[in-house]
């Protein structure tokens, strides 16, 4: 079936950098893909829709200029977290929808914990 | 807007009893509602929308437009179901998912 594929699994960085995690499609093509915050023992909070070619569209809330989202082809999708502080450790998570038709099955990647220290 | 409510954090039952997941939305036109298991240590995944109408490993729901619900349930519940469980809704314009809270359920032995 269809994978999603989220990289790195966890990271660690320091106050003040920025840090990128890769979404990747492996077996099918996703026109669209999201990226979610989780905080421990709460919901997914959806940050932004990611489009391919196109610019990201952002949660109210959520400051696109701290969280740089980048879709530049059908299978990779990226998210940047910049100059990153301790408040923005969490769990966040990728996912990724195949074809274009908005009734196609949403696939979830596994997740990158993010550690600021 | 769109809004899911899971009303209970943890249900915690015996292996063979039912259990059933409360799930209430909000939302002004015709949403497209799902369930999504996440078990330990594991990513999420879809367990059952509701335009199917199928039972997936034993678990159902009804999407209920009156009563803006769409309860998960199963009539024996097995150890294997332990899991993290989250309502999730998809509006008409077919592109974002609003997720509930989720509701981690406990089947003890």
């Known amino acids: 079936g269809a994978v999603v594929s989220q990289h790195p699994s966890w990271v660690i960085c320091k106050s003040g950098t920025s840090v990128k995690i890769e979404c990747r499609s492996l077996?099918?093509?996703?026109?669209?893909m999201f990226w979610y915050r989780q905080f421990p023992k709460q919901s997914l909070m959806l940050m932004a829709t990611?489009?391919?070619?196109?610019?990201?569209?952002?949660e109210q809330g959520v400051e696109k200029d701290k969280f740089l989202i980048n879709h530049a082809s059908l299978t990779l999708s990226t998210l940047t977290v910049t100059s990153a502080h301790p408040e923005d450790s969490s769990f966040y998570i990728c996912?990724?929808?195949?074809?274009?038709?908005?009734?196609?099955?949403?696939?979830f990647g596994e997740g990158s914990w993010l550690t600021v220290v | 807007a769109q809004r899911v409510t899971q009303p209970e954090k943890l249900l915690s039952v015996f292996k063979g009893a039912p259990v059933e997941l409360k799930c209430n939305y909000s939302?002004?036109?015709?949403?497209?509602l799902f369930w999504y298991v996440q078990y330990s240590r594991q990513r999420l995944q879809l367990l059952l929308r509701h335009i199917s109408r199928e039972s997936i490993k034993g678990f159902t729901a009804d999407l209920n437009k009156g009563e803006t619900s769409f309860h998960l349930k199963k009539p024996f519940a097995q150890e294997e179901d332990s899991a993290m469980y989250y309502c999730?809704?998809?509006?008409?314009?077919?592109?974002?998912?609003?997720f509930g809270g989720g509701t981690r359920v406990l089947v003890k032995p």
């Open positions: 996912s990724a929808r195949e074809g274009r038709g908005p009734g196609n099955t949403i696939y």
């Open positions: 990611s489009n391919e070619g196109s610019k990201a569209t952002y």
């Open positions: 077996d099918f093509q996703a026109t669209t």
């Open positions: 939302y002004s036109g015709s949403p497209e």
């Open positions: 999730a809704l998809k509006g008409a314009a077919g592109n974002k998912l609003t």
